[in-house]
Structure formats: structure tokens, C-alpha cells
């Protein structure tokens, strides 16, 4: 599977740069992670959970950076099992650059899986680690603002410009066909 891809993040270079080598904030913003620890120099060990259709299972394992270039950019050697469930490694190199009023972050990414969770399918592989990404800068994002309230919007409030009693709607209608898809 490979991954490319750039976004916009509120925060300036040093700040992204900092908050993507904190183990806290990582362990807040990766989806289904349950632990991330240091492991020496520049590695850290993870516990995640993941679930891929009918593949449900927790991963042990290790992330290596190297070529390390404050603020600049480094990449990302991983490695996880999860016993019968499979096994996914890879690599992710990853930059930050000055952009607007925050930075970019770009990536690229190569990895593999194996056992069941290859058997699954490659589209549906691509179709959750595509989501996770999503949720990983979505939760980044709204981390990185909670830290710097002093970047929201200055309309953030009204609902970024939004009337109330649309989303209230919007809301109901959500609500109502939740309760008529479970009936």
C-alpha cells in the first residue's frame, strides 16, 4: 500500500514539530492507540488496536526515526504484529514546511500487511488506513488548537458562519434517520 499526501496544520513548524514527537499527544491523536512509550534513542514501542472487516485485533510493536532533520522532516521505520491477525511494516517520510499562517505537513508512505489481515482485501486495507489518517490530522488539528486556543477562528463559535437552528436541523435529521436504519 502507498500513501502520499500534504496538509495545512494551524500550528507553526516548531510546534507541529514538537506535538508529532510527543508521545502523549501521538497516543491521543493515532486511532485505536492504547499505548506509546520510548524505547531508546529515537524509537518508541506501541500498543494499538485495529479492526479491518471482520479482522479485529490488538498490535505490539516498534517505530524507529531516522534521518532526523529539526524541524524540518524525518523518517518513519515501523513494525507491528498482531499474532494470528497479521503483521503490517512499513515506512513514512514525513516534512514540514512554513505554509500560511501554520505549516504544511507532507508525507509519503509505503507499508505491507500480511496473514488475515491481508485476506481481507487491498481495497478495504486502503479504505481504513485512509480513515485513520483522516481521524489522526482531524484529532491533531483539534489537539493543536486546544493547546493554542489563540489559532481558532475567530468565528469558530457561530458555527463558522452557519445559523444555529441549522444545525439543529441537520442534527434532528441525522437522529431521526439513525432511529429509522435501526428499526
Known amino acids: 500500500m502507498d500513501m502520499q499526501g ?23 491523536c493515532v486511532p ?7 524505547d531508546g534513542e529515537n524509537a518508541y514501542k506501541f500498543v494499538t488496536g485495529l479492526k479491518i472487516g471482520p479482522v479485529d485485533a490488538t498490535f505490539k510493536g516498534t517505530i524507529k526515526l531516522s534521518d532526523i532533520n529539526p524541524p524540518n522532516s524525518y523518517t518513519i521505520n515501523f513494525d507491528g504484529n498482531g499474532g494470528a491477525a497479521g503483521y503490517g511494516k512499513g515506512t513514512a517520510q514525513v516534512t514540514l514546511a512554513p505554509k500560511d499562517s501554520g505549516c504544511e505537513l507532507t508525507y509519503t508512505a509505503h507499508a505491507t500487511v500480511g496473514g488475515r489481515m491481508a485476506q481481507v482485501g ?31 477562528p475567530k468565528d469558530a463559535s457561530k458555527g463558522g458562519g452557519i445559523p444555529k437552528w441549522v444545525w439543529i436541523v441537520v442534527a434532528a435529521a441525522v437522529v431521526a434517520g439513525i432511529i429509522v436504519a435501526t428499526r
Open 32 to 38: 485505536g492507540c492504547k499505548s506509546i512509550d520510548p
Open 122 to 152: 487491498q481495497r478495504l486495507v486502503d479504505g481504513v488506513a485512509k480513515q485513520m489518517l483522516e481521524l489522526f490530522f482531524k484529532r491533531f488539528n483539534d489537539e493543536m488548537l486546544r493547546r493554542h486556543p489563540e489559532l481558532a
Open 6 to 28: 500534504s496538509r495545512q496544520l494551524v500550528v507553526q513548524q516548531q510546534e507541529a514539530w514538537e506535538a508529532l514527537n510527543d508521545p502523549a499527544v501521538l497516543k491521543l
